[in-house]
């Protein structure tokens, strides 16, 4: 009798295997076939970063611009999605990539297999990575990817149950800023409570490696790219790494042009805090832009 | 250990194999290694909390067998009396001293008496509710004389240790649990299958229904000062779901795995949602307690078997308790106080026993009666877990108090409102599997008599799946910390 037992249970337990392999696997070949990333036909610039670049450029204000930037996201899954951008939008012509104090930090790690991280973006983009991006996050956080291949899994099943291919509104936009606690940053500092000082000598090598990575897929792809840093208010604290930063950019980024809005003028009232612009900032920093574009010059 | 993780998936199968293949051999053997496998499962929280565990063994140990030997009336009671004093300090102790402490504090204060005393950091040892009540039973049952003390203390460790039921229940009655260590047990086919079966409907109900739940539940609960009337009460909605998948599901777990080693534990919940009134939901809901509570406390305290005015003060007395029982906070004294608001006016009435059946037996269609009567239990009993959930009686009231308010009428407003709409979706089939499999003990039992092998193996198969789709929001069990 037990050996009857095992032998069902046995070829349940296959058949259940079998289910998981299809609903998780099946999906990512679907989407990877059939995701679309189209966008508007006059769309020819765009801006892809985490949420500096996310806050301040508000696409309605510059012209065939559209922010493809989401808070949080490190370049390693920034990548895929300016693979499939260039691939489905032959009309880009220039591409900007935020690259800012933090970008070097070790923390960067996290934001690619932290499991906050990987469990907001690995399920958006595990259909478009490669067999050497899933490793690599396998061998830095096992327990995070078992934990968010379900998750993966229903959303995608999901998304190729409904039909929804459509990728252009999932991928990052402008958010505006609406609250603001630069006041209550700004008093503290007064009181001589100070954030903490960002200084970490140790750098996130795979964080840079991707942002080469995004460099080539651009120059693959025969787009011109540039890397940006959007306004960043005098207080933040990462830019007590600035040395290390210019050091770095230099050297591994030389070839590439930089446009350093760092200082770019505004005032405490245009920043939600000392990292992000606000939404009035955002306003005057992208009509500037979109005016720096057209006569293609960039001092402030 | 978990019984949603990988290491129970892990220790299960090879506890399993070494059961049946090794330790098959005669009835002693078998009882070392369930009493071994229990403290290695226990252990692998933390190690340390063994000693507790066998002290509360030993102590009831041999206590029951000293009240067997003695006929001395006076002897038995202070033997008895000392088992209690033993089990419940250590209860008190670990679960309920900062907060007789604060409340001491508070009392004091509120005469003028200002003073600090700093609470201890006590880590409340995982299932002592538990465990505590199932010897103090045994004990209470061998003083009754209900029960011949066991000299066996492998079968009586093994008996109090049972893993699959250690941490959270079901309560076992000695008198039900301890004579299944006198026989060795052979395996079963059916019994097996069905205790698989049981598993994966109770994973079902962990994973699939409670971990998503209590996704928009801590949501909701932990910022309802940002939400209007309608979305607080989706928010209960979700607790009440969260909480049943919760506890019946690993009470299905436990009763499951218990059957794979060819025992078999006490119903825990008979479907207590589709309850009528209160006091079926009462005789529905954590029967392993409810029924502990009765023998134990109630029916000794005189039942309802005085005047008015003692079945009023028992009644309050026993709900009370009981929402104490489940931790030391106020808010789940609130919520044991009513329930038993709401259960009084059935017992005065002498129509607490009117629905023993369950609702609309032999039938698929419950009459518009059946409906109206469990749509106004499950709001009432809604109603209730919103003490039971609050932090504290503040934050009750203030949800209760933006729920009664014009806010109800707007349309709910929170984060992730179309994957919450999914998981309604799947509550919804949830219950509509319950209500077709009422009539049995658990709703998919012998699934394959009622719709055939093939069909059951399908069935199988998308409850399996279902439940590694919606695996990414692991919680633990709201229980193990009662």
């Known amino acids: ?300 | 250990m978990l019984f949603n993780s990988i290491d129970f998936a892990i220790f299960l199968p090879v506890v399993f194999i070494l059961y049946w293949f090794v330790f098959n051999k005669n009835l002693k053997a078998q009882n070392f290694f369930i009493f071994a496998s229990s403290y290695f499962f226990y252990g692998w929280w933390d190690w340390r909390f063994l000693f507790l565990v066998l002290f509360s063994t030993l102590v009831d140990f041999f206590i029951g067998l000293e009240i067997g030997k003695n006929s001395n009336p006076i002897k038995r009671k202070i033997l008895l009396s000392t088992s209690m004093i033993v089990n419940l300090s250590f209860l008190g102790f670990f679960k309920y001293y900062n907060f007789f402490l604060e409340n001491f504090i508070d009392a004091f204060s509120f005469f003028g008496y200002d003073f600090t005393v700093d609470g201890l950091k006590i880590i409340l040892p995982v299932g002592i509710s538990f465990y505590t009540f199932q010897t103090m039973s045994y004990t209470i049952d061998v003083y009754r004389n209900k029960l011949k003390p066991t000299n066996d203390l492998i079968v009586f460790t093994a008996f109090v240790s049972f893993f699959p039921q250690l941490v959270a229940g079901p309560i076992e009655r000695a008198t039900n649990l301890l004579p299944q260590f006198y026989t060795r047990r052979k395996f079963s086919y059916s019994q097996s299958v069905n205790g698989i079966r049981q598993i994966l409907w109770g994973l079902f109900k962990k994973i699939v229904i409670a971990d998503n739940s209590a996704e928009y539940a801590n949501l909701i609960f932990n910022n309802s000062a940002d939400y209007n009337g309608s979305t607080l009460v989706i928010g209960a909605l979700f607790f009440t779901f969260q909480i049943y998948g919760d506890f019946s599901g690993y009470s299905d777990i436990a009763i499951g795995t218990s059957k794979l080693f060819g025992f078999s534990l006490m119903r825990n919940f008979a479907y207590p949602y589709f309850s009528r009134d209160i006091a079926e939901f009462w005789r529905r809901w954590h029967i392993s307690l409810s029924t502990w509570f009765r023998d134990y406390l109630y029916i000794p305290l005189g039942g309802s078997q005085g005047g008015t005015l003692m079945k009023v003060k028992n009644t309050f007395i026993i709900f009370v308790v009981s929402g104490f029982w489940h931790g030391a906070n106020w808010t789940f004294i609130v919520w044991g106080f009513l329930n038993a608001c709401y259960f009084l006016p059935l017992l005065l009435a002498n129509k607490n026993r009117n629905n023993l059946e369950i609702a609309s037996q032999g039938r698929f269609f419950p009459s518009i009666k059946e409906v109206l009567n469990i749509s106004m239990t499950f709001s009432l009993t809604v109603f209730a877990w919103i003490f039971f959930r609050a932090n504290d009686i503040g934050h009750a009231w203030a949800i209760v108090s933006e729920i009664f308010t014009n806010s109800i009428l707007e349309i709910p407003n929170f984060g992730g409102k179309q994957d919450a709409m999914v998981i309604f979706g799947v509550i919804i089939f949830f219950m509509f599997i319950e209500w077709w499999g009422r009539e049995h003990s658990f709703p998919i039992s012998e699934i394959d008599k009622r719709i055939g092998s093939k069909k059951a193996t399908a069935f199988y198969i998308l409850i399996g799946t279902m439940v590694y789709l919606f695996s990414g929001q692991e919680q633990e069990f709201i229980y193990f910390q009662f």
């Open chain 1, 1 to 300: 009798m037990i050996r009857k037992f095992s032998i069902k249970l046995f070829f349940h337990t296959i058949l259940l295997g079998f289910s998981i392999i299809l609903v998780t696997i099946v999906p990512l070949f679907i989407l990877e076939k059939n995701a679309t990333f189209i966008l508007p036909d006059d769309v020819n610039l765009l801006v892809l970063g985490h949420s500096h670049s996310e806050c301040a450029f508000d696409d309605k204000f510059i012209g065939n611009f559209r922010n493809l930037s989401n808070a949080g996201q490190s370049y390693f899954y920034l990548l895929p999605k300016l693979e499939k951008v260039l691939e489905q939008n032959p009309q880009v012509e220039k591409v900007f990539i935020e690259f800012s104090n933090g970008q070097i930090e070790e923390r960067m790690n996290d934001w690619i297999w932290g499991y906050d991280k990987l469990s907001n973006f690995f399920p958006t983009y595990a259909p478009f990575l490669g067999w050497e991006d899933n490793m690599m996050l396998y061998q830095n956080n096992r327990n995070g990817l078992h934990s968010t291949i379900p998750i993966m899994a229903k959303k995608n099943l999901g998304k190729v149950l409904l039909g929804d291919f459509n990728y252009s509104d999932d991928i990052g936009k402008f958010k505006p800023l609406e609250k603001s606690i630069i006041d209550s940053l700004l008093n503290n500092r007064k009181n001589g409570t100070k954030e903490p000082e960002v200084t970490n000598p140790v750098i996130s090598e795979i964080n840079l490696q991707y942002l080469k990575k995004m460099i080539l897929k651009c120059e693959t792809f025969g787009v011109e790219v540039i890397l940006i840093r959007s306004p960043q208010h005098r207080f933040y604290n990462y830019r007590a790494n600035e040395g290390l930063f210019q050091k770095i950019r230099r050297e591994r980024f030389n070839d590439i042009e930089f446009l350093d809005f760092n200082d770019f003028p505004l005032s405490d009232e245009e920043f939600g805090d000392f990292a992000h612009v606000n939404k009035k900032g955002a306003i005057i920093f992208s009509n500037w832009f979109d005016e720096a574009l057209i006569k293609n010059d960039f001092t402030f």
